[in-house]
């Protein structure tokens, strides 16, 4: 295939040190803490897509401090231990993005957050009640607060929710504007010297001299040293990895006459989300209706999940409310059946950092870092 590649292109842009493929917020704090440990380090940046692939710029903008069943569920599958590592990890990685971007620049607002029980799960609500101190004794160390959750179902008039019979709030869970997050760390790149170069989708590694090549749709990068941030769509370099693609299906609502709804919410041990945005109503989820055909790489909707999300909106969210479906989206996240990251050399040269198990808001800074860190290490 040729390229029509100029010897001053060639020269330029197609080699570096570091090239990390993938410029989701994972593979840009990578970028940049590399930069950062050693400016001389020369980095570049390699994204299939004209904006971030996977989920950067498609999730839902949840600060995803996590909700009481949901850490339950994660406590059962990691234990106490683990879990008290992985809350940590979310909440410093939150702290790191929002001490390099600034407050303003992912627009941060931290209107708490909620979990809603509806009348048929009680039990489901008792047995989250009954673990509130539990989780607050749990997480107390890590973000120096006593009482994070706490029951709310007084609440529940004030949102206008139907069919709601328990609350439970977060006082630390927050919302951001992922558009505004990856500008800024795009921003944030480039004045380290990082160069991003999108729409360039990448075939294939391979092992050359002390280094790697890099087969591309835009032609070969040559690297000594190579990170993949590509979250759930590693396995198509690398796969024998134990990541799982799991599709997330949004909707927003045309704006709505005095909205009564402000915060993040969570519905159905988190599979369920929804928040306010623009006087408007943002809800994600239903995944678990359909495990199977979820677990893709390809972005759509389906109509089971569209229909459960209206019906939801309809009923339980803005019931006895005039509303319109205005935008609709999906993103590829990725899991396992671990909930900690892989973060590691995978062959001679070529290092990853995937797997953010939904949570990539919170804990993709601290992944970045550390795979970063590793990267230079190998240097």
């Keep these: 295939m040729s390229f029509n590649l100029s010897y001053w292109e060639k020269k330029n842009f197609f080699s570096a040190d570091v090239i990390v493929i993938g410029s ?4 840009l704090n990578a ?3 590399i930069k950062t440990k050693n400016p001389k380090i020369s980095v570049i940046v390699l994204e299939r897509g004209f904006l971030p692939a996977g989920a950067s710029t498609k999730n839902a903008g949840f600060a995803c401090f996590g909700s009481i069943s949901e850490l339950m569920e994660q406590e059962k599958l990691c234990g106490t231990d683990a879990l008290h590592s992985l809350i940590s ?12 971007l600034g407050d303003d620049n992912i627009a941060f607002e931290n209107y708490g957050g909620y979990e809603l029980f509806k009348n048929e799960e009680s039990t489901l609500a008792n047995d989250c009640v009954s673990k509130i101190s539990h989780f ?4 107390e160390d890590i973000v120096n607060k006593k009482d994070t959750y706490y029951e709310a179902s007084s609440k529940i008039n004030s949102f206008g929710f139907s069919g709601v019979e328990t609350l439970i709030e977060c006082q630390l869970e927050a919302q951001i504007d992922p558009g505004k997050m990856m500008k800024a760390l795009i921003a944030k790149c480039s004045e380290l010297g990082v160069m991003v170069l999108n729409n360039c989708m990448v075939d294939a590694i391979f092992e050359e001299n002390d280094g790697c090549s890099i087969t591309t749709n835009q032609g070969k990068f040559i690297a000594k040293k190579v990170l993949l941030t590509t979250n759930a769509f590693v396995k198509g370099l690398v796969p024998n990895l134990a990541v799982s693609p799991g599709r997330g299906q949004v909707i927003v609502t045309s704006p709505i006459k005095n909205l009564k709804v402000k915060g993040t919410f969570h519905y159905d041990k988190g599979y369920y989300y929804f928040r306010n945005v623009d006087n408007r109503i943002l809800l994600g989820g239903g995944r678990n209706l359909d495990f199977k055909a979820e677990e893709t790489t390809e972005f759509g909707e389906t109509e089971l999940v569209q229909n459960s999300l209206y019906q939801l909106l309809k009923e339980v969210i803005i019931p006895e409310t005039d509303f319109e479906i205005e935008h609709k989206w999906s993103g590829i996240m990725a899991f396992g059946p671990q909930l900690a990251p892989i973060i590691k050399e995978v062959k001679p040269n070529v290092f990853c950092a995937v797997r953010c198990n939904g949570m990539g808001i919170a804990i993709g800074s601290f992944i970045g870092e550390e795979a970063g860190e590793m990267v230079v290490e190998s240097l």
């Design 24 to 27: 989701g917020i994972v593979g």
């Design 31 to 33: 970028a940049i803490t």
């Design 89 to 100: 990890k979310r909440w410093n990685g939150l702290l790191k993005l929002k001490n390099l």
């Design 136 to 139: 607050n004794s749990l997480i």
